[in-house]
């Protein structure tokens, strides 16, 4: 009886011990994922901060007049103008188009008489 | 263990043939073993002492390794972190109101050498003076040969350079990391932004701190990494800026201006829209302050903050709302403004030496009557304008949120006496910044709230207390649009947008006291626009401009800052999104009278 409950004590002790070995593989495999992660995220960071530094300095207002300046015959850029705006009620809409018609009645008014 | 018996029978038999007593072997043993037990006792608690000992000696043995080991390790980030916000170290942005960058961070590389390390120092100086010709071939090859183990070459380089210095090949050359402020506007609100330099150097990093301007004002906000990299709002608008900078500097030029200044102002929120300073500079690239002449020729000197100018007739209209105020006048009270007028021996004149006659009230403002302003000054009194300029803030640097705002704090007369109270009404003997100016036309088109500039986007309007009736402020407005339409502004008339306004033109006093130039001035024009429902007041002051298309010089601001403001306005007021309101003329009423 009691050598049976010495093997079934050891049998734990190594079923702990590998299950106690298991788990730290998988944290410290899960950290080194995390630091992966956190240095990807750090690193497109720091590309989105010089993209969004590079966005601005293509965007400066100088830049943008020059460019309406050099390009004025092809785009026609101006500065925005007061007599640029307008009323909605002002736009000419196009006109809806005409119903087609497709049994057409002639009428004449040819000896028609005044009432 | 065999016990020795306290008496063992052969030696008390011994002793009792001898006739001894007995019992003294007893005490004997007894002593003995007393002392056995004590001994035994002693060593036991030498020994549990000695273990002590040992274990306390581990345990503080173990502290105090680790101790030295976390002092002597390189600082590091733990790995396990429960939170997932890391923490960013790196200054946060400036933006405008609408979200665009006005600063931000560039990461970059700073240049150090080893010179012990290098494998050929002379050549190494040579190539070095090819990529940066700034530096001196001499002095390298001096330090890089001597006794000096370490020594900054370059605070910055590009991509390129860094490649360059790469190609190079000497280990003796090293990067460190840097972090550098950006500006991508480059000239745009130099101003404001101010500038950022390097503080305390290491290799591996270095601190960047603000010089000037926002940068100075919010240092150790904008270096704060609790704001996990929030940027700072300003209430400034990168389009009109440009705009409004664009037409100041073009005007600047055609009026042969020394310096111009301008300042848009929401009258509700007191927020700065765009305010300017010409000329000006890259903040990238900040210039160093002047050792000598003035400083108001660098520039680095804001005009609209820092300069404080006699702003001239612009200040007629506070007399003219405090007279109203006080129920003293309505608008068509009759003042006679003929002279002579003389306070304290010093006679009051009108431009070019005219003379109104008799004004109403109105027509002192349109017309620009600095003896009729001067009557309302007497009528007035000192001490209550003195109590009204006050509160409109005319005596305090204005609270704008940049460091050189506290420079620009107002010249005031030492002795207000009733010269100066007349004076002062018509904006000479009191030296104001054109922002101040600004804050005070916003009172009056807000209908009658005092209003602090501000640099920081508002969520509402920032009304402070009342100064004036909303009656008093609504007959100023109606002044001011007067004198555009009909008085000294007329050029400032843009179609649509109902401009009012003030002209303001003020002799430059001669720096070393004295009296005033003859051909110097400062031209500025108070406007508020849409007069009938004020949103935005407008300063423009430009410093000595002339305008030179007639046969005469002409040097008044009706010629100079006036056009120069309407431009802006009609330039400005579409990009704030105001929709021109045509004015349509009532037709004479055809009635319907019987025939």
């Known amino acids: ?38 240095a990807e995220i750090r690193d497109a960071r720091a590309r989105l901060a ?47 188009p005409e119903l087609p018609i497709s049994e057409p009645v002639e009428i004449s008014s040819a000896g028609a008489q005044e009432p | 263990m065999i016990r020795t018996p306290l008496r063992p029978l052969a030696r008390i038999l011994d002793a009792r043939r001898r006739g001894e007593n007995p019992d003294a072997i007893e005490r004997e043993n007894l002593r003995i073993r007393h002392e056995q037990m004590r001994d035994k006792a002693r060593s036991r608690a030498e020994g549990r002492l000695l273990m002590m000992a040992v274990m306390f000696f581990c345990a503080f043995g173990v502290i105090g390794a680790r101790m030295g080991t976390l002092a002597a390790s390189e600082p590091e980030e733990p790995r396990a972190q429960a939170t997932g916000a890391s923490i960013i170290a790196s200054r946060a942005d400036i933006v405008d109101r609408k979200g665009r960058i006005m600063a931000t961070n560039m990461e970059t590389y700073s240049l150090y050498a080893h010179p012990q390390q290098m494998i050929d120092p002379i050549r190494t100086a040579q190539e070095l003076v090819k990529i940066f010709p700034e530096l001196s071939e001499e002095r390298l090859r001096k330090d890089f ?19 360059k210095v790469h190609d190079i090949g000497e280990p003796g050359l090293l990067f460190g990391p840097r972090e550098m402020r950006l500006y991508p506007n480059g000239a ?43 940027p700072l709002e300003l209430s400034l608008d990168l389009t009109i800026q440009a705009a409004a900078e664009r037409v100041l500097l073009g005007g600047m030029k055609l009026l042969n201006a020394k310096g111009a200044a301008s300042v848009l102002m929401d009258v509700h929120t007191g927020e700065v829209i765009s305010i300017a300073s010409l000329p000006d500079f890259d903040p990238n690239d900040r210039p160093r302050p002047l050792t000598e002449g003035e400083a108001a020729d660098s520039p680095l000197f804001n005009r609209a903050v820092q300069g404080v100018y006699e702003l001239g007739s612009t200040f007629k209209i506070f007399a003219s709302a405090q007279a109203l105020e006080l129920g003293l006048v309505h608008p068509e009270t009759v003042i006679d403004t003929s002279g002579p007028l003389s ?19 109105s027509d002192i403002i349109v017309k620009s009557s600095n003896r009729g302003t001067g009557r309302l000054a007497l009528a007035i009194g000192a001490t209550k304008q003195q109590e009204f300029l006050k509160a409109l803030g005319f005596f305090e640097p204005t609270p704008l949120e940049i460091v050189e705002a506290q420079g620009g704090k107002p010249l005031l007369p030492s002795r207000w006496t009733d010269l100066s109270s007349v004076t002062i009404s018509y904006g000479h003997g009191l030296s104001s910044s054109p922002l101040h100016l600004a804050a005070g036309y916003a009172a009056i088109a807000n209908g009658g709230y005092k209003v602090e500039p501000t640099l920081l986007k508002q969520d509402g309007p920032r009304l402070g207390p009342r100064l004036m009736s909303e009656k008093t402020a609504r007959q100023s407005l109606d002044m001011l649009r007067k004198v555009v339409t009909k ?23 001669k720096a070393r006291g004295g009296g005033y130039y003859k051909d110097k001035v400062i031209n ?9 429902n004020p949103k935005y007041v407008l300063i423009v002051t430009l410093d000595e401009p002339v305008e030179t298309s007639g046969t005469k010089p002409r040097r008044t601001a009706g010629w100079t800052a006036v056009p120069v403001a309407a431009e802006m306005i009609r330039r400005v007021a579409p990009l704030l999104g105001l929709r021109p309101e045509v004015e349509t003329r009532h037709l004479t009423g055809i009635i319907n009278t019987s025939n």
Do not use: C
């Not at chain 1, 002790?13 to 106690?20: D, E, L």
């Open chain 2, 524 to 532: 500025t024009f108070a406007s508020v626009f849409p007069t009938d």
């Open chain 1, 50 to 96: 010089v993209l969004r530094a590079e966005w601005a300095y293509l965007n400066r207002p100088d830049r943008l007049r020059d460019l309406a300046e050099i390009n004025f015959d092809r785009l026609g850029l101006m500065p925005l103008e007061p007599e640029q705006f307008g009323r909605v009620d002002q736009i000419s809409y196009p006109q809806p």
């Open chain 2, 145 to 163: 040969t001597g006794k000096r183990k370490f020594m900054w070459v370059r605070k910055k380089l590009s991509p390129e350079q860094k490649q």
């Open chain 2, 487 to 509: 008085g000294t502004a007329s050029f400032g008339e843009v179609p649509g947008y109902s401009v009012g306004g003030k002209t303001g033109t003020a002799d430059k006093p």
């Open chain 1, 1 to 38: 009886m009691r050598s049976l409950l010495y093997v079934l004590m050891f049998l734990t002790v190594i079923g702990a011990a590998f299950w106690a070995y298991h788990e730290n593989y998988k944290t410290q495999a899960a950290l080194g994922d995390a630091q992966a992660v956190r």
């Open chain 2, 343 to 361: 306070v304290g021996g010093f006679k009051i004149g009108e431009f070019a030496g005219k003379n109104y006659g008799p004004l109403s009230v």
């Open chain 2, 188 to 230: 745009l609100a130099a101003h404001i932004l101010g500038g950022a330099s390097f503080g305390r150097e290491g290799v591996h990093s270095a601190e960047v701190i603000g010089t000037a301007g926002v940068e100075k004002f919010f240092d150790a906000e904008l270096r704060d990494p609790a704001r996990e990299g929030a």
